[in-house]
């Protein structure tokens, strides 16, 4: 029962996402395996995460979709999916941010309000999805389940960053500054 509740509220924020996604082809990533399935892509077993390599710094989301009586419906439920876990690693770091910012700002002895904050930086995360884009598919020949990897790259999340109006100047410019070492560490903490 709790299974298919997460399913159905993870379906309901992926088709939500969907309308704010922006798609685009590239190649593939590489990205290392740690769980040793074999015959799947490397990027299925590494599943969600966040990347520091030399492809740049970059928020990926893998999702999936069990066979559905319309293959292309099946393939948009796991792109949707794919999106929504960019979505989840994408506001857990900007919390991060988030954080570091006032503690930032409360150091210097000023004044934050932390609810101003956490509002700007939801904004941002809907705001950034639009540069997120599916990299690679995959099926399961055996299972039919077909699996989808959505990235997103931290340039383009500081340069939408950069251009919102609704942020803050100090909390822009923080990320401008800050964002790469935050995100360092966020993926070293993995």
Request: aromatic share 6%.
């Amino acid at each position: 029962m709790l299974k298919s509740s997460i399913s159905v509220v993870t379906r309901s924020f992926a088709v939500a996402l969907f309308a704010l996604a922006l798609t685009g082809c590239s190649g593939p990533t590489k990205v290392e395996s740690d769980l040793g399935l074999k015959d799947v892509p490397d990027w299925v077993n590494e599943g969600t995460n966040i990347l520091n390599n030399k492809d740049g710094r970059l928020f990926h989301g893998v999702g999936s979709a069990k066979p559905l009586a319309d293959m292309q419906l099946q393939k948009s439920v796991a792109d949707d999916r794919a999106r929504a876990e960019v979505a989840r690693i994408l506001t857990s770091y900007l919390e991060v941010v988030s954080d570091d910012y006032v503690s930032s700002v409360r150091a210097e002895g000023e004044s934050v309000s932390e609810e101003s904050v956490s509002r700007q930086i939801r904004s941002s995360t809907k705001i950034n999805l639009r540069g997120a884009r599916i990299i690679a598919n995959w099926r399961d020949p055996k299972t039919g389940v077909i699996y989808s990897l959505c990235e997103l790259d931290m340039n383009q999340v500081k340069s939408t960053v950069a251009k919102s109006e609704e942020m803050d100047a100090g909390l822009r410019r923080y990320i401008k500054n800050k964002g790469d070492n935050i995100f360092d560490r966020v993926a070293g903490e993995q």
